[in-house]
């Protein structure tokens, strides 16, 4: 599979060049100049096809240029001994589980693929990568077990201040491991900006293999991918009609990555969205992009440390506002009717939702009525495990969740007793001294 720039068409480039480069010259981010109808393949799968399976046929399907069926499952099967949850909670209503992996976050799949991926080129290509990623800590404690014994792969991770947690102390640098967490001082922009102002050096990026573990790296979001076509395999026996997604808004990573599905061939007819000041609705009912007003020409680079997912779903659907007006469509959603559906999914189905989840089913109740009556299904998606909003459960439902012991071990703080970094310089000569 060919990658090209949302900036630039004529640009083409292979799988392994999009993933190390992470942004292109021209300020864009990558995305698939081609996708391969997989009809047959998706028709064949069913409930009883294990998730690193699909994942590892996908895998193969996309890259089958690039690497052997052999190495492609091979990816697979190392990032995934985890697996989504797939329920139904009545005749025309499902709910897809996206937060059983390593740190109860969907995240954990897409950065496992794309951790399994460099490590497996880079034995088989040579080379070293490095991350770049500024974290709220979620990040650095998945990090921290999924770079475990890696030869090829270091993190730096910037934090800040005081926020660092869920740490291996035999994962840090310093002692052995392949993590160098920072502190940094500012805001979260400020420390973004920093991050950019590495990445704007072009031979420095490349001379240090850096990449991004967010979904501005294709790789992560390619991770994302393989969720829709696993949770339709999950239901296609159980319902005969037609299928539509219900899902928080987050970054649009999964919008985009049901979207490529939905190219692959999936059978998906649609997917319902709260609207945000992003991406909203207009008078007449169609989505609207809000940064399509500037000309993709005009804008600034793209921040690495920033997902541009919605810049992904403008390449996508181009000028064809029709079509995109038949597949995406965001809903308004009020704090009063999230937090009425929070409630009515726990009183009806004994489940416990934070507000990304409590928003998408307050989008399944506004439209149930127009979906069920053409015989259409719900697939509703829980991006993360409900004990990471035990506040908002507590608040809404007056109880919480039980938090995971894996979970409550990603939050255990750790202090770096070194000095804060202060910007983009403090970073780069960090980067430099990693495989000393």
Same mark, same amino acid.
């Given at each position: ?123 088989? +290509?040579?080379? #070293? $990568? %490095?991350? /770049? ?6 990040? !650095?404690?998945?990090?921290?077990? =999924?770079?475990?014994?890696? +030869?090829?792969? #270091? $993190? %730096?991770? /910037? ?6 947690? !869920?740490?291996?102390?035999?994962? =840090? ?8 967490? %920072? ?254």
């Amino acid at each position: 599979m060919q990658f090209t720039s949302t900036r630039n068409n004529n640009l083409t480039v292979s799988f392994s060049q999009a993933v190390r480069d992470c942004i292109p010259d021209d300020g864009g981010v990558f995305v698939p100049s081609s996708i391969e109808d997989m009809r047959r393949w998706i028709y064949y799968i069913d409930e009883t096809t294990p998730f690193a399976s699909i994942a590892g046929s996908l895998t193969s399907a996309l890259m089958h240029e690039e690497f052997s069926p052999i190495i492609c499952e091979t990816i697979a099967t190392a990032a995934f001994p985890v697996a989504p949850v797939v329920r139904q909670l009545d005749g025309s209503l499902f709910m897809m589980e996206m937060y059983h992996g390593f740190t109860g976050c969907h995240r954990d799949y897409g950065v496992s693929y794309l951790v399994s991926y460099l490590e497996t080129t880079l034995q088989l +290509k040579g080379g #070293k $990568a %490095v991350f /770049v990623d500024f974290t709220h800590g979620g990040l !650095g404690a998945l990090m921290s077990k =999924l770079l475990k014994g890696k +030869k090829n792969i #270091k $993190a %730096v991770l /910037v934090y800040k201040k005081g926020t660092v947690r !869920g740490l291996d102390e035999d994962s =840090l640098a310093w002692n052995g491991g392949n993590i160098y967490p %920072v502190e940094m001082e500012g805001s979260e922009a400020e420390i973004k900006a920093a991050i950019s102002e590495v990445f704007a050096d072009r031979n420095f990026v490349q001379q240090h293999g850096l990449t991004v573990a967010n979904t501005t790296n294709v790789c992560r979001l390619l991770g994302q991918i393989f969720f829709f076509p696993y949770s339709f395999a999950q239901v296609k026996n159980k319902f005969n009609g037609e299928f539509y997604y219900a899902m928080g808004a987050g970054n649009y990573g999964s919008l985009i990555a049901g979207l490529y599905s939905w190219r692959f061939a999936l059978p998906v007819n649609g997917f319902y969205v709260p609207s945000t000041a992003a991406l909203a609705r207009s008078a007449n009912g169609a989505p609207v992009v809000l940064d399509s007003i500037v000309e993709l020409e005009k804008r600034g680079e793209t921040n690495p440390a920033v997902p541009a997912n919605l810049e992904r779903l403008e390449s996508f659907f181009g000028k064809n506002e029709m079509m995109m007006r038949n597949f995406i469509y965001p809903c308004d959603v009020s704090e009063a009717q999230r937090d009425a559906a929070a409630k009515e999914l726990y009183m009806k189905f004994g489940i416990f939702a934070d507000k990304d989840t409590a928003s998408a089913y307050a989008v399944v109740k506004e439209n149930c009525s127009e979906v069920y009556d053409e015989d259409g299904a719900f697939i509703l998606t829980a991006y993360n495990h409900p004990s990471l909003s035990s506040d908002y459960c507590r608040h809404v439902i007056g109880e919480a969740p039980e938090m995971p012991e894996e979970i409550k071990a990603s939050f255990v703080p750790v202090e770096l007793k070194r000095p804060s970094v202060s910007g983009a310089s403090e970073l780069r000569k960090i980067v430099e001294g990693l495989w000393n």
